[in-house]
C-alpha cells in the first residue's frame, strides 16, 4: 500500500511570512500539531518547511518577544518527506532515521498532495495486527462447524 493511499490530504498549510500567533491560532482551530509551510511554483504548493506544536513551543519559552517570530525563523527548512509511491515501511524508516513524527507527501512533481504522522500509520498497523490476530479466531470457527457434522454422524 502506497503513503498516499493513506495519508491526510487535507493539509494545513501557510507562507513563510505568518507570525507565530497566527500559526498557533490555525493549529488550534484546525486541531492540528503541524502546519506544512509552501510556495506556489507554477502553480503548484511546494512544502519549503514545517512547523509543530512543539517549534512553537519551544520559540515562544526561549524568545524575548515572542510576538515578532515568524514561521520562517523558526520552521524546520526543506522538511523531510515521503513521495506518495513510498511503502509503509520505507515512510517509517524515513521518519526513524530523521527522527521526525510527520512528514509532508508529495508527487512526483515534489508538489504536495498530504501529510502523514506517526499516529496515522500506529493507528492503521494496529487494525491490521488486530485482523491478523483474528485469523486463528475464524480459523476455529470454521474448524468447529466443519467438525461438527462428522462428529453427528460417527454418534448414530
Given at each position: 500500500?502506497?503513503?498516499?493511499?493513506i495519508?491526510?490530504?487535507n493539509?494545513?498549510?501557510?507562507?513563510?511570512?505568518?507570525?507565530?500567533?497566527?500559526?498557533?491560532?490555525?493549529?488550534?482551530?484546525?486541531?492540528?500539531?503541524?502546519i506544512?509551510?509552501?510556495?506556489?511554483?507554477?502553480g503548484?504548493?511546494?512544502?519549503?518547511?514545517?512547523?509543530?506544536?512543539?517549534?512553537?513551543?519551544?520559540a515562544?519559552?526561549?524568545?524575548?518577544r515572542?510576538?515578532?517570530?515568524?514561521?520562517?525563523?523558526?520552521?524546520?527548512?526543506?522538511?523531510?518527506?515521503?513521495?506518495?509511491?513510498?511503502?509503509?515501511?520505507?515512510?517509517i524508516?524515513?521518519?526513524?532515521?530523521?527522527?521526525?513524527k510527520?512528514?509532508?507527501?508529495?508527487?512526483?512533481?515534489?508538489?504536495?498532495?498530504?501529510v502523514i504522522c506517526?499516529?496515522?500509520?500506529?493507528?492503521?498497523?494496529?487494525?491490521?495486527?488486530?485482523?491478523?490476530?483474528?485469523?486463528?479466531?475464524?480459523q476455529?470457527?470454521?474448524?468447529?462447524?466443519?467438525?461438527?457434522?462428522v462428529e453427528m454422524?460417527?454418534?448414530m
Open positions: 500500500m502506497s503513503i498516499k493511499a495519508c491526510n490530504s493539509v494545513v498549510t501557510m507562507e513563510r511570512g505568518t507570525t507565530l500567533k497566527e500559526a498557533s491560532d490555525l493549529m488550534q482551530r484546525k486541531h492540528v500539531g503541524s506544512v509551510v509552501t510556495e506556489v511554483e507554477g503548484k504548493k511546494i512544502p519549503c518547511g514545517i512547523i509543530t506544536d512543539r517549534d512553537i513551543a519551544l515562544v519559552g526561549s524568545s524575548i515572542p510576538q515578532d517570530l515568524r514561521v520562517e525563523q523558526i520552521m524546520r527548512n526543506r522538511p523531510v518527506t515521503a513521495k506518495g509511491s513510498d511503502g509503509i515501511y520505507d515512510t524508516m524515513r521518519m526513524r532515521d530523521n527522527g521526525v510527520r512528514l509532508p507527501v508529495v508527487n512526483a512533481d515534489g508538489s504536495l498532495c498530504g506517526a499516529d496515522d500509520l500506529l493507528s492503521m498497523m494496529g487494525d491490521e495486527i488486530n485482523s491478523l490476530a483474528k485469523i486463528t479466531e475464524v476455529i470457527k470454521k474448524e468447529r462447524g466443519l467438525r461438527a457434522p454422524r460417527i454418534e
